[in-house]
């Protein structure tokens, strides 16, 4: 894409998403119905009763005002990998706006009022929504004008902060270590305090699938997402690829 293409992408924050990210997401049709109610930052109610929860986000405390301003009273139509209800009674989905071809997911991250989740495992799906994460986040967007949004793997007080909370956290691995079944990249050197990320024997493929050998990593700057645990200092688990990304 050229430079200017690049910063006209930039400016796109609601309508549509950079061209040369379009076409993920695009999963079956799994029906259509008409927004009635807004539920919470990530959910909605159909007219016919049905709950709909948006499919590879987390919602942030903006995230319900900006679901609203997009879906309240539309059109929608709905796409996945199925249609059976999780244990809340909500259908997971990709949803789309009448004739639009991007997902709402896509829209609430580009204006910085979403987080992609860690769960997403469609490879072209998770290239568009980070994308448009990335736009906002360049952009200070929304969530991302708040430079403390991003932890500090250099701080592990501060990420303890967010047990039981989706957490994006940047920085330097300095050491690649492997404990039994677990594979551990390691923020500091106190490895009971320090934050580390986990990857279990068996997702190393899955992980190294995504174009890097865990060893290759020691010395780089990375960028973690996931739910903060403390075991006993702060630890993130990896159960995708797309919750990494090297940053040098």
Request: net charge positive; charged share 25%.
């Amino acid at each position: 894409m050229s430079r200017v293409a690049t910063a006209l992408c930039a400016l796109v924050i609601s309508a549509t998403i950079c061209p040369a990210r379009a076409g993920g997401c695009m999963f079956e049709h799994k029906g259509e119905g008409h927004v009635a109610e807004i539920i919470d930052g990530r959910s909605f109610r159909l007219s016919d009763g049905r709950e709909i929860r948006l499919a590879g986000i987390e919602a942030t405390a903006a995230s319900r005002t900006a679901l609203n301003a997009i879906v309240a009273g539309q059109d929608v139509s709905l796409r996945g990998t199925d249609d059976v209800p999780d244990r809340y009674g909500r259908q997971a989905a990709f949803v789309f706006v009448g004739p639009s071809e991007t997902p709402v997911q896509a829209r609430l991250l580009a204006e910085g009022m979403a987080l992609v989740s860690p769960e997403i495992a469609d490879k072209a799906c998770s290239i568009l929504l980070l994308g448009a994460e990335a736009d906002a986040r360049g952009a200070k967007r929304g969530m991302w004008n708040d430079p403390t949004v991003i932890k500090n793997a250099e701080s592990p007080d501060d990420i303890l902060t967010g047990i039981g909370r989706l957490t994006v956290i940047e920085g330097k691995v300095l050491s690649v270590r492997q404990s039994g079944t677990t594979t551990y990249l390691n923020f500091g050197r106190n490895f009971t305090r320090d934050f580390a990320v986990t990857i279990s024997r068996r997702m190393i493929p899955t992980v190294e699938s995504a174009g890097f050998a865990l060893k290759s990593l020691e010395n780089r700057r990375i960028r973690v997402r996931g739910w903060v645990e403390a075991r006993p200092g702060p630890r993130i688990e990896v159960h995708q690829a797309g919750q990494i990304e090297v940053l040098n």
